[in-house]
């Protein structure tokens, strides 16, 4: 019973570790200009939106939905106002947190997102992200 239970306890503290999440300053950092998108877009307070692009949930494809993703990241600076990736601000900000090399690698690979209008860039970008990065967020 002993031995079950140790193995039960290192189990979890692998799974607590091996599932890494945004740090205080990019929760806050994301908090913030989400509060301002969602306003900009009258988008309402209590909608979990930024939940769902915080961890890849992109389900919701709607005009809005697309618009809340390019205000997110132009005003992060991940996106230039024609469209252009910003791939070093991107690796900059999720650097403190996850692995530079894995995070590098996962921006280079989807930096050229398909779409005529911005939000549809920002959306194809956003969508790439999530499928092809390696790392737990």
Do not use: W
């Amino acid at each position: 019973m002993q031995s079950f239970l140790s193995f039960v306890t290192v189990a979890v503290a692998l799974v607590v570790v091996c599932k890494a999440d945004y740090n205080d300053f990019q929760k806050e950092t994301i908090t913030m200009n989400a509060d301002l998108c969602k306003k900009e877009l009258d988008i309402p307070a209590e909608s979990k939106i930024q939940q769902m692009a915080m961890y890849g949930d992109l389900s919701r494809d709607d005009k809005k939905s697309k618009q809340y993703y390019s205000c997110m990241m132009l005003k992060m600076g991940f996106m230039e106002q024609d469209g252009a990736i910003n791939g070093p601000e991107i690796v900059e900000f999720m650097a403190p947190q996850y692995d530079r090399d894995a995070v590098t690698t996962v921006v280079d690979a989807c930096k050229s997102p398909e779409g005529k209008l911005i939000q549809d860039k920002a959306y194809a970008f956003t969508q790439c992200f999530f499928a092809k990065k390696s790392f737990e967020i």
